[in-house]
Nanobody, 123 residues
Framework: QVQLVESGGGLVQAGGSLRLSCAASGRTFGSVAMGWFRQAPGKEREFVAAINWRGDRIENDSVKGRFTISRDNAKNTVYLQMNTLKPEDTAVYYC?????????????????WGQGTQVTVSS
């Protein structure tokens, strides 16, 4: 079992930055893939970025060059650094854990989810 707790969301103006954190419980954190997803009102959950056990990253094209996922296995934490934020980035952001070495862009392939943190970008 893995428990995930996100933090770092908030209200920011367009062009600003936020860093989301996701703290995970469990001793197997270093060997699992982690992902960030987001869901805006009235829309389906959308893949943002993911990182596998050794640090290889994949990102949605809409955030490439602006968002960076990283992990600190010593702290059991995954991060999402978000720069040059746009109003269309407004959503609830969820952290997810996949009990595999490889990451995935599919929400259905993740086993555990956090409660989400709201990010609001004003124009």
């Amino acid at each position: 079992q893995v428990q995930l707790v996100e933090s770092g969301g908030g209200l920011v103006q367009a062009g600003g930055s936020l860093r989301l954190s996701c703290a995970a419980s469990g001793r197997t954190f270093g060997s699992v893939a982690m992902g960030w997803f987001r869901q805006a009102p009235g829309k389906e959950r959308e893949f943002v970025a993911a990182i596998n056990w050794r640090g290889d990253r994949i990102e949605n094209d809409s955030v490439k060059g602006r968002f960076t996922i990283s992990r600190d296995n010593a702290k059991n934490t995954v991060y999402l650094q978000m720069n040059t934020l746009k109003p269309e980035d407004t959503a609830v952001y969820y952290c997810a854990a996949r009990m595999k070495y490889s990451s995935s862009m599919s929400a259905g392939e993740y086993d555990f989810w956090g409660q989400g943190t709201q990010v609001t970008v004003s124009s």
